[in-house]
């Protein structure tokens, strides 16, 4: 059985920080991408950032690139973003993934049960 277990997220103000982490288990995602998504309501999941699990290639979509940090710890099988100068458009469930990568959600065949980041004005 694999398992994604998320922790971190919580109410903050504008400006303030945040670091999220994902615990696998289950499995060794060694040879995987894994990733962190976003929900916001009303809104489709998109991919936030995105590390190779083997490697330190990553990927950042535009509007979070200068302020979240991607990385992982492979011996502790567990993956971080640490969210900083966030913005109350960050406001979304976020999710950790891990698969065989890409940009959408369909690379990716397991899921955390996703935790709240709530920034507020």
């Known amino acids: 059985q694999v398992q994604l277990v998320e922790s971190g997220g919580g109410l903050v103000q504008t400006g303030g920080s945040l670091r999220l982490s994902c615990t696998a288990s289950?499995?060794?995602?060694?040879?995987?991408?894994m990733a962190w998504f976003r929900q916001a309501p009303g809104k489709e999941r998109e991919l936030v950032a995105r590390?190779?699990?083997?490697?330190?290639?990553?990927y950042y979509e535009h509007s979070v690139k200068g302020r979240f940090t991607i990385s992982r710890d492979n011996a502790k099988n567990t993956m971080y973003l640490q969210m900083n100068s966030l913005k109350p458009e960050d406001t979304a469930v976020y999710y950790c993934?891990?698969?065989?990568?890409?940009?959408?959600?369909?690379?990716?065949?397991?899921w955390g049960q996703g935790t709240q980041v709530t920034v507020s004005s």
């Open positions: 993934a891990a698969g065989v990568g890409g940009f959408f959600a369909s690379g990716y065949n397991y």
């Open positions: 590390i190779i699990w083997s490697s330190e290639n990553t």
């Open positions: 289950g499995r060794t995602f060694s040879s995987y991408a």
